[in-house]
């Protein structure tokens, strides 16, 4: 009796066992899937026309990077899903291990790329910021080149008229 009581109390771990891995699985997929959707937008290279759009960009960026870092605990629920198995020590343990790294590895590259998308929109909005001086800059010489010509354009003809 006692035989079939150890059996019994295994095959139930077992199922446990199963049912934790099953949803960890589920759960991971699903997170993993959303991280390879996220990466399309963090890996664009997109940088505006001018810094006006560039500013637009930058919005919708700092939106994106707070929905990404809101999901911090969706993959902390994994993790602890995962931990929760390897301690269990049940048959998993190995696809468990693996399938946690490759999680970790996704996740982290994410918020790598999401860091050097900031990166480049600053650098970008450097670059549109110093066009846009160098526009406004040339625009004021140009008045002041032809406010100059008109200048001495009217002191010539005062200067003819005058017969000097």
Not at 21 to 50: C, K, P, V
Not at 58 to 83: G, I, Y
Not at 149 to 154: D, L, M, S, V, Y
Request: proline share 1%.
């Amino acid at each position: 009796m006692n035989k079939l009581k150890r059996l019994a109390a295994d095959r139930t771990n077992n199922l446990e066992q199963s049912k934790w891995m099953h949803a960890y699985l589920r759960e991971s997929g699903d997170f993993e899937e959303w991280i390879n959707e996220q990466m399309q937008t963090a890996q664009s290279e997109e940088f505006g026309q001018d810094h006006e759009h560039l500013l637009i960009l930058r919005n919708k960026f700092d939106e994106f990077r707070r929905n990404v870092e809101s999901n911090q605990e969706r993959f902390n629920r994994c993790d602890r899903m995962a931990k929760w198995l390897l301690e269990d020590k049940g048959p998993y343990t190995t696809q468990v291990l693996e399938r946690q790294d490759q999680l970790t590895e996704a996740w982290q590259q994410l918020l790598d790329q999401i860091e050097a998308r900031d990166q480049k929109l600053f650098g970008a909005g450097e670059i549109h910021r110093f066009n846009r001086d160098v526009e406004e800059a040339l625009t004021r010489i140009q008045v002041r080149i032809e406010s100059m010509t008109i200048h001495t354009i009217t002191q010539s003809d005062v200067l003819e008229i005058c017969g000097c």
